[in-house]
């Protein structure tokens, strides 16, 4: 891509999970315009895995504060 003629903002490693993480910040006023009339109508979803994690907890704690006798064999206590 053009934009990675240039460093990007951010260049990280996450060792841990042997990912890099890099950004590129967006300075071409048409790339921008083309972004913004893309999703200007359109609904946007995030659906990154941590979010997605904490979603399922919530629900599992609203659950069990719901059934409490439910037991461990419940759908929202099986992993």
Do not use: F
């Amino acid at each position: 891509m053009e934009c990675e003629k240039e460093a990007p903002i951010i260049d990280y490693h996450e060792k841990a999970y042997d990912v890099r993480h890099r950004l590129w910040k967006l300075t071409d006023p048409d790339r921008s315009r083309v972004i913004e009339e893309t999703v200007a109508e359109r609904k946007i979803y995030i659906a990154d895995g941590h979010h997605r994690y904490q979603t399922m907890l919530n629900i599992r704690e609203e659950m069990r504060g719901k059934y409490p006798d439910a037991g461990p064999d419940a759908p929202w206590n099986t992993s």
